[in-house]
């Protein structure tokens, strides 16, 4: 994707440095220069898409990201960011057409299962998501977030002793997720232990608390 011209080469560089170091503006400015003169430059429009994103641009992002891939089939952080843009914009089938793409690309691309799963949940394809959900933990076990919903999804099923060990696990590491704690406390609820539920939801009280200390 570089290599093409020096002086278009240095002005993605110089994008993506500015981009880097948290200049959005000049980032911004020098892309649509590179872009006023090669409309077509995959990795130009892949970056103004991202700019786009953080800006709550999505529309414009998505036309951007498409761009990119009109000329890179197979640009798999490309399909990942329409993917996420998509999800954003609250559209799910085309944020799991485009997570599958990546995957159908990147099979082993952890981040990829977790937002399919995602999507697929909101979709209300709960097994589907659950499959998703789980291949992102056997790639990335420590990553904590799949766990959750994993036990969401049990959860909803009625499989409360499987959704218990899924917060659980969630939790093991010390890992301030309200979320889960929450969770596993109405669950003991509907077990009858009501001491355990209220220490859980004095633990879920206390993560809140710490995260709203956070600087």
């Not at 440095?17 to 000049?26: L, V």
């Not at 640009?75 to 085309?94: I, K, Q, S, T």
């Amino acid at each position: 994707m570089f290599l093409r011209d020096a002086h278009i080469d240095q002005r993605m560089l110089m994008a993506l440095a500015h981009e880097r170091d948290g200049r959005y503006r000049e980032a911004r400015q020098e892309v649509e220069r590179l872009l006023s003169s090669e409309p077509d430059h995959v990795m130009a429009n892949h970056l103004a898409g991202k700019l786009c994103f953080h800006r709550g641009m999505l529309d414009l992002a998505i036309d951007y990201y498409r761009a990119a891939l009109k000329n890179a089939e197979a640009f798999v952080l490309g399909h990942y960011d329409l993917g996420v843009a998509w999800y954003h914009r609250g559209n799910m089938p085309e944020a799991i057409r485009a997570f599958r793409t990546c995957l159908k690309l990147d099979p082993h691309y952890n981040a990829a299962h977790y937002r399919l799963g995602i999507a697929l949940f909101h979709a209300g394809e709960l097994d589907k998501a659950l499959e998703h959900f789980q291949k992102s933990t056997a790639l990335t076990p420590e990553y904590l977030m799949a766990r959750y919903h994993i036990g969401a999804i049990y959860e909803r099923k009625g499989d409360l002793k499987s959704a218990a060990r899924e917060f659980e696990r969630s939790l093991e590491e010390g890992v301030g997720e309200v979320s889960s704690a929450y969770h596993l406390a109405r669950i003991r609820e509907v077990e009858g232990n009501e001491r355990a539920a209220k220490a859980l939801l004095e633990r879920a009280r206390q993560f809140g608390r710490d995260s709203v200390r956070i600087p």
